[in-house]
């Protein structure tokens, strides 16, 4: 059974900063891409950052390029997101998600496995 555990969200003012973990277990880790999305209150769910099986492909999102980055470490089945200059519209539901296949994809439906969600607020 595949499970994926975030942590590290909270609360922080606006122009912080926070990283995010994603631990993995039930499946081999490194043969699959991994991607972070999040949903606001109210809002559908959207992409934020996926990074290919080996690491060296990333992936990201228009509205959180070059303030975040995406990572992973193989050996300890673990993705990582470090959120940086965090704006009030980052506030949301932050989702690891395990893809079908290798490829740094984008699209929430190219990803079978989901964690339960870690809460990111910026406050103004």
């Known amino acids: 059974q595949v499970q994926l555990v975030e942590s590290g969200g909270g609360l922080v003012q606006a122009g912080g900063s926070l990283r995010l973990s994603c631990a993995a277990s039930?499946?081999?880790?490194?043969?699959?891409?991994m991607g972070w999305f999040r949903q606001a209150p109210g809002k559908e769910r959207e992409f934020v950052a996926s990074?290919?099986?080996?690491?060296?492909?990333?992936n990201y999102a228009d509205s959180v390029k070059g303030r975040f980055t995406i990572s992973r470490d193989n050996a300890k089945n673990t993705v990582y997101l470090q959120m940086n200059s965090l704006k009030p519209e980052d506030t949301a539901v932050y989702y690891c998600?395990?893809?079908?296949?290798?490829?740094?994809?984008?699209?929430?439906?190219?990803?079978?496995?989901w964690g339960q969600g870690t809460q990111v607020t910026v406050s103004s």
């Open positions: 990074i290919h099986w080996s690491g060296g492909t990333t």
């Open positions: 998600a395990t893809a079908r296949e290798g490829w740094a994809v984008t699209q929430s439906g190219e990803y079978d496995y």
């Open positions: 039930g499946r081999t880790f490194s043969s699959y891409a």
